[in-house]
């Protein structure tokens, strides 16, 4: 039910933003091709988002988490990260994803726990 309700809430934020006004001045270039791409892939992207929603995430279900993190490193893997799961004995897996970007001189981390 938590799932439906989030996949609704999605739903509605994505119709409610895009029946507002535009800004006063002309947009940044950079956010309006954000915008067309994420349009254009809307399906693929709520698609993706609620395969995902429909594996439980709980962390007593073992199978069920180790299924969540397969799915998330094929999503990664799919948009070009290096992605794989890393386990240790008796822990949940997790999920270890790389982009490298030459001449970076930052490292940005995501991090996110079930």
């Given amino acids: 039910m ?3 309700l989030l ?4 739903f509605t934020l994505s119709a409610s933003a895009q029946s ?5 001045t002309s947009p940044n270039p950079a956010a309006q091709t954000a915008r067309a791409w994420r349009q254009s892939h809307e399906q693929a992207i709520i698609s993706e988002f609620a395969q995902l929603l429909s594996i439980p995430n709980v962390s007593a279900d073992k199978a069920n988490v180790a299924r969540n993190a397969d799915l998330i490193v094929e999503l990664l893997k799919k948009r070009g990260v290096d992605a794989r799961t890393v386990s240790v004995p008796g822990a949940r897996p997790m999920v270890f994803g790389e982009v490298k970007a ?3 001189t930052r490292t940005l981390v995501f991090y996110v726990h079930y």
């Fill in 7 to 10: 996949l609704l809430t999605c």
């Fill in 102 to 104: 030459p001449g970076a």
């Fill in 2 to 4: 938590k799932r439906l």
């Fill in 20 to 24: 507002l006004p535009g800004p006063a």
